[in-house]
């Protein structure tokens, strides 16, 4: 059996706060086939910086939002030993968050990916990072290659350069040789005309004119002149270059060799001159022959001196032309000539080490037979034009090695013809251009990227010149503007998309935020503005404007924006409803007690007198219990209505809860205040309600406090008002009762404690009773556990049944309700659920526990007990908490939920929804269902908010694998809506009704 493949370790590094999203990515992670991940974990962002920097991880994976530094700040700080990143870094942001990810992928980031709500990037984690990892080896390899060819270029003799393609000779690049010269590489770089700078006057003009010409052709650069040394010697340079072009043909640079040929001139210049001399002396001995014989032995003499130094020259000639086939041959490029037939005749060593073969096996042998199969057909169909025009540039082939690999090379030719124009051989000049291509390559490949990632966004992205002109536009920035790419490029931006307020005053763009961002060169992050569509209509935009920077100047901004016209209608909605009562419309508790408390303050500081009256409906449970919750909701609603019509302008109504309303009477004496009270009262006397066809009369009992120094808090002016509303109703109600402190009824009302004595002796009695309500699955494809809610009832002692909302809240008031809640646990333990313990399935039993209960810290130890003395599992309890009581005292309620849940009972959060803080502080707490509130259930079929908030909802306790359950479902439209929206449970009157808890006993799931 063959050994299995071994894995490849890789390092990591994961800077993430949330502990969720570390353990999903080290999950992640875990499976991949080829690689095994060494995690290292970072909480915060300086703590990563310093464990990057410590172990040198292969990839930093980091997320963008971190308690001390974000993203931005992390690559900052990890890029401060040098001007590169010491570790790749990948980056992970929220969906709102492209424009950062793009400002990071600027600042260093190798790539990044979009944390989405359903953690779908979680599967692309691994591939991704496989791909980074690979360019990473890439960049490397690519920048050995580059230190492999620069230290070639640098070791050869000649002086090589790069020049810039407009004939200015201002250099790009210079080889380190150009020291020879008395200059600096940086020097020569310097010189605003380059080696046309130290050219000797009398050579300049013609070697700019070869420059210009050459650059305007493309025609290849050959000429020799003379320069200046810094120490002011004199040297002759043969100066051989050429243009090099990308694919699209745009002249990149003028690549050159620079030849100190000063010997070579000076050896030719003296050759000159013994010629010149030679010719004089043959001239005058001829011309003096017959005259001078007698000087014959002298001109022989002469003679021989001379050939002796004719010999000596040509020995120098035969030296420097070994030294030009030296040249030939350890040139950087390749030469070669061939014949009519395309066979080699001359081959340069350089080339010769290209190729892997010896000279003898190249010479005579067709070029084509070195080509790979495409280039070498190319080749012969280019051959016979060749020989015809004489000339060939830039023509791209791919030699084939002698080992079979392939290298591209650059070939230009020109051919060399007799006098009556037949070719007779050519001067072939090869460039490898493998660096090149691969550069070319990956530039393409970054574009196409960046491409990609701009038009896949899902915001619009804009760019924009420091004019304020479109240079850019995304897919989705068109279809949110309704304009077409044609339109805006090049096309000022205010004028078009931004020149107006919200209330349609126009403003110049002198004041226009977006341009502010490469005006100032300060990023402007999620600005709310609106922007106009080609239509005329506005849009609110939430947009980030960031300046763009190339070397460090500014050339312009890019705006990210997106759509919020309906999040922020939703938003405003949702603030309206944290501050008010959803059925009613009203203001809520929550926002009538800061209104109190602001009240209470401002009569303890400036004086004054204002009062507060609290109001609770008579027989409001007769229309409830006759006709349905709907019929009390309607009542409420039309009860509210015809309050607000009896409120002066200052004063707030608020519904508190049931069938409760507060008013503040701001700036009214205690006589006032009465008036208006009794105006209240007879109002709602007066009031008929109508439900299908039936008419009731319903009476309201107040309770009025006035506001003055000696109230103490805002929670003292409630209890004196509820007071005094008590009393009301205890005088036969549909009365309103003012508050004094030495009040006789009032006194009679503290001392009686009439709701302490009645539930204390019901208990004492065992008078309270238990119901249960079935929690139903909603998807039928799934086996699911029977789930009951446990309800309680009060059993008078005429035998009739109270329900909790009347004496809970005094239970709670009086700190009843934690014995009450351990009655209620006790009795579900020792009967519904020890008869059922050994049922197959076995039922869950919902049981709620109070604020207080919550705060018990002897409740886990006592229902240790109840579960050990029963034999009853921990599984078979639910305990259900409000979010209001757990959001009160979040630590104590996550210690509490953590002792529950080491019991084995699941953790449910009720009413959830009804409070602002609803999502933070899930987080914190770690239960197992998620019931959310009637008020957002009831209405859901109609109402497309609540259906939002119920699916918002929804969605956050799955990806936190919480199930969620839907209370107060009364019709079968909304259990419809509910499946749709992929909620797990339900409960309300329309899928059973509430059942005595003895009738479980004969279940038929009990085997």
């Not at 005579?364 to 057909?377: K, V």
């Not at 494809?781 to 109270?802: C, F, I, M, Y």
């Not at 239970?811 to 197959?840: K, T």
Request: net charge negative.
């Amino acid at each position: 059996m063959s050994e299995p493949v071994a894995r490849k370790r890789i390092s990591l590094l994961l800077v993430e706060d949330d502990q969720i999203d570390r353990l999903a990515c080290r999950r992640a992670l875990a499976t991949h086939p080829d690689y095994d991940f060494d995690l290292i974990e970072a909480e915060t962002g300086r703590d990563g910086v310093m464990q990057a920097l410590a172990h040198h991880p292969d990839l930093v994976l980091l997320d963008y939002h971190l308690p001390d530094l974000d993203g931005l700040d992390f690559l900052a700080e990890l890029q401060r030993e040098g001007d590169e990143m010491p570790v790749p870094v990948m980056m992970l942001t929220g969906a709102d968050n492209a424009g950062v990810a793009v400002e990071a992928m600027r600042r260093g980031a190798r790539d990044y990916l979009v944390k989405d709500r359903e953690r779908g990037y979680l599967t692309l984690l691994p591939a991704v990072i496989e791909r980074v990892l690979r360019e990473q080896r890439l960049r490397l390899d690519k920048r050995a290659a580059e230190m492999r060819f620069r230290t070639l270029v640098e070791q050869i003799p000649a002086i090589t350069y790069m020049a810039a393609p407009d004939g200015s000779g201002r250099l790009l690049y210079i080889s380190p040789q150009a020291q020879n010269l008395g200059y600096t590489a940086d020097e020569w770089l310097a010189l605003p005309h380059g080696l046309l700078s130290a050219i000797h006057p009398h050579d300049r003009a013609a070697v700019q004119l070869a420059y210009t010409q050459s650059c305007a052709t493309g025609q290849p650069l050959r000429c020799e002149y003379r320069v200046a040394t810094r120490q002011g010697e004199t040297r002759w340079l043969l100066d051989e270059a050429r243009i090099v072009r990308d694919v699209e043909e745009v002249p990149l640079y003028l690549q050159g060799v620079l030849i100190d040929i000063t010997e070579d001139k000076r050896r030719e210049a003296e050759l000159q001159a013994h010629r010149l001399h030679l010719e004089e002396m043959v001239a005058e001995r001829t011309a003096e022959l017959d005259s001078r014989n007698a000087l014959l032995e002298d001109a022989n003499a002469r003679l021989s001196r001379q050939i002796e130094e004719r010999e000596r020259a040509e020995t120098a000639a035969r030296q420097y032309a070994d030294e030009v086939r030296d040249l030939y041959n350890q040139a950087p490029c390749g030469y070669h000539s061939l014949d009519p037939e395309g066979r080699v005749t001359r081959i340069n060593d350089t080339e010769l080490q290209w190729l892997g073969y010896t000279r003898e096996a190249v010479i005579g042998r067709p070029f084509s037979e070195f080509l790979s199969p495409s280039s070498a057909q190319r080749f012969g169909d280019n051959f016979a034009r060749f020989k015809a025009s004489g000339e060939v540039y830039n023509l791209e082939v791919e030699m084939q090695r002698k080992d079979g690999s392939i290298l591209p090379v650059e070939v230009n030719s020109t051919a060399v013809k007799d006098a009556a124009g037949n070719y007779l051989t050519s001067r072939s000049t090869l460039f490898d251009v493998s660096a090149r291509m691969a550069a070319e390559q990956a530039l393409r490949t970054s574009e196409a990227r960046f491409r990609l990632l701009l038009e896949s966004a899902g915001e619009g992205i804009y760019g924009l010149d420091t004019q304020g002109r479109c240079i850019f536009v995304n897919d989705a920035a068109l279809e949110m503007l309704g304009y077409t790419r044609e339109e805006l490029i090049g096309q000022p931006t205010h004028p078009r998309i931004h020149h107006s307020h919200d209330d349609g005053t126009p403003y110049d763009d002198a004041e226009c935020s977006i341009y502010e961002a490469f005006r100032s060169g300060v990023a402007h992050r999620n600005m709310i503005e609106p922007m106009w569509r080609k239509d005329g209509s506005m849009m609110i935009a939430e947009y980030s404007a960031y300046p763009l920077r190339e070397n460090e100047v500014i050339s312009g901004a890019v705006l990210v924006f997106r759509d919020v016209t309906e999040s922020q209608a939703l938003a405003s909605q949702l603030a309206w409803q944290a501050s008010h009562d959803a059925l009613t419309g009203l203001v809520n508790r929550q926002e009538f007690e800061r209104r109190l408390v602001r009240a209470v303050e401002s009569v303890h500081r400036d004086g004054g007198i204002h009062a507060l009256c609290y109001l609770d409906l008579d027989q409001f449970k007769v229309v409830n219990d006759t006709c349905g919750h709907a019929a009390g909701d309607e009542l409420l609603r039309q009860i509210s209505t015809l309050l607000e019509g009896r409120m002066r302008q200052r004063d707030t109504l608020a519904r508190l809860g049931g069938d409760e309303f507060g008013i503040l009477l701001e700036h009214c004496p205690a006589d006032k205040a009465m008036q208006l009270a009794l105006e209240v009262r007879d109002a709602v006397r007066d009031f008929r309600f109508s439900w299908q066809g039936r008419s009731f009369t319903v009476g309201a009992s107040l309770g009025v406090a006035p506001l003055t120094a000696s109230v103490e808090s805002a929670a003292a002016a409630m209890s004196a008002a509820d007071a005094a509303c008590y009393v009301a109703k205890e005088q036969g109600r549909n009365r309103a009762h003012l508050y004094q402190a030495d009040d006789v009824n009032l006194a009679e009302h503290r001392n009686q404690m009439q709701w302490v004595s009645r539930l204390t002796q019901a208990l004492d009695d065992d008078r309270f009773r238990l119901y249960y309500q079935s929690i139903v699955p909603l998807n039928a494809g799934t086996a699911a556990r029977p789930h009951h809610e446990v309800l309680l009832r009060l059993q008078e002692t005429d035998g009739r049944l109270v329900e909790p909302m009347a004496f809970v809240p005094a239970a709670e008031r009086y700190n009843l309700m934690p014995a009450i809640d351990r009655w209620v646990l006790r009795e579900v333990i020792r009967s519904s659920a020890a008869a059922q313990r050994l049922a197959m399935p076995r039922p869950r039993f919902a049981v709620n526990l109070s604020g207080r209960s919550l705060l018990d810290e002897r409740l886990p130890e006592y229902l240790a007990g109840l579960l050990t003395s029963y034999e009853v599992p921990g599984d078979m309890l639910c305990l259900e908490i409000t979010e209001a009581a757990a959001v009160e005292n979040l630590a104590r309620a996550s210690q509490r939920i953590g002792e529950f849940k080491r019991l084995g009972c699941s953790v449910a959060l009720d009413h959830f929804g009804s409070g602002m803080s609803s999502f933070t502080d899930l987080r914190t707490l770690p239960v197992d269902f998620l019931k959310i509130d009637g008020g957002f259930i009831r209405s859901l079929a109609e109402d497309r908010l609540n259906r939002a908030v119920a699916e918002a909802i929804n969605r956050v306790a799955h990806v936190m694998t919480i199930q969620t359950v839907a209370e107060c479902t009364e019709t079968t439209a909304v259990v419809t809506v509910l499946r749709e929206l992929g909620i797990d449970h339900a409960q309300g009157y329309v899928l059973g009704m509430p059942q005595p808890i003895e009738s479980l006993a004969v279940a038929p799931n009990v085997v």
